[in-house]
Structures are given as structure tokens and as C-alpha cells.
């Protein structure tokens, strides 16, 4: 079952298939969805990731599996250390999971932002630059980062927040608890004249 939503563009009504309601969080599930690149981080070439509106996961690639780093490679963040102690990361790991962080990336307040530029300043948090935020930190300590995996899916900008609450609440009924990176669930405020 597919979740739609009607937009309405330049007064054009657009059913936009949202989400797969039935989907597996795994390659092939993401695929099947409309999930594309699937590229490891070490190897990613951003030019190649569309400027686009959307959402993007972080996968794990087969085999796998957890080496926390006592120290995080992520970028400080309000004088804040990203770094989290080991308990704390096994507690957020979700063993049977391949997705480690479902996120959007939005057009920003000038509508210069996009795709390609949240996954450039999300790679580059890793190797240490300050970033605008810190969610999804937790990726960055992991040993063999580089390995982890990056797709993504190009939605309209007003689909945006409604895809990501709606992939966060499909994970957490299939796992019990958000992805290992995830700190926040996303969730879609009430919009005037919804109850």
C-alpha cells in the first residue's frame, strides 16, 4: 500500500506516491521505493548527487558490523564533543537494521540547499568541519565510516517532513526504536483545519 499525497503546482494537481507503507528497510526495499546512488561514503562523488529536495539513508554494507571509536571524526557543535560512550552506542544500535539514518534535505530559507549540499556538509561534519546541526552524529563513530553507504530519494519540498515522519514510524514499528543514528523522531505538526 502506497501512501500519496496531492500537490498542487502551478495549479496542477500532482499525486505524488510518498511512500511504500509495505516497504523493507533494506537495499533492495529502498530500491523498490525509489532510493538511488547506494555509494559508499569513501567513494561518493557529490557532483553526482542531485541538488534536488529529498531524503537520504545511511546503510550499512553486508557484513558489517559495529566498531565504536572512543572519539567521534564529527566536527564540534556548539562547543559540544559529538562522542557518546559505548553503552550509550550499543544501546542505539538496532542489530538486525541496514539502515543507520533516514534524513532530509530540504531547499533551506534561500533555497540554495538541497540533496547534494546536505550530503556534502554531512560528509564533511565526519571529517571534522562544525556543522549546522548534529543529528545523525553518531554514524561518525563508527570505525570504517567510509564503508557505510549513502542513496537517496528526490521528493518536492512539501512532501518533505510528512516522508521523513512517515519512514521514521515505519521504522520504529518494524524495529521498536528510531535508526541507530536518528536522535530525533520526525514528526508532522498539524496543519490548519486537521485535528
Known amino acids: 500500500m502506497w501512501i500519496t499525497q496531492s500537490l498542487w503546482i502551478s495549479s496542477i494537481r500532482l499525486e505524488a506516491m510518498l511512500f511504500n507503507v509495505g516497504m523493507q528497510f533494506t537495499r533492495k526495499g529502498l530500491k523498490d521505493d525509489g532510493f538511488t546512488g547506494f555509494r559508499p561514503f569513501k567513494d561518493l562523488d557529490a557532483m553526482r548527487v542531485p541538488q534536488g529536495t529529498g531524503v537520504f539513508a545511511v546503510l550499512r554494507p553486508d557484513g558489517f558490523q559495529p566498531d ?8 564540534v557543535f556548539k562547543k559540544k564533543d559529538p562522542s557518546l560512550q559505548e553503552p550509550e552506542l550499543t544501546a542505539a544500535w538496532v ?13 533551506g530559507s534561500k533555497g540554495n540547499r538541497g540533496l547534494r549540499r546536505q550530503i556534502q556538509e554531512f560528509l564533511d561534519f565526519g571529517q571534522g568541519k562544525p556543522p549546522g546541526h548534529w543529528d545523525g552524529r553518531l554514524v561518525w563513530q563508527l570505525k570504517d565510516a567510509g564503508r557505510l553507504l549513502i542513496a537517496w530519494k528526490e521528493l518536492p519540498a512539501e512532501a518533505l517532513n510528512k516522508a521523513e515522519a512517515d519512514y521514521h514510524s515505519a521504522f520504529i514499528e518494524e524495529y521498536g526504536k528510531l535508526p541507530f543514528a536518528n536522535l530525533v523522531r520526525a514528526r508532522v505538526k498539524n496543519q490548519p483545519g486537521q485535528s
Open 95 to 107: 542489530e538486525a537494521a541496514v539502515v543507520l539514518y533516514l534524513g532530509k534535505a530540504g531547499p
Open 68 to 75: 565504536f571509536l572512543k572519539k567521534s571524526t564529527a566536527g
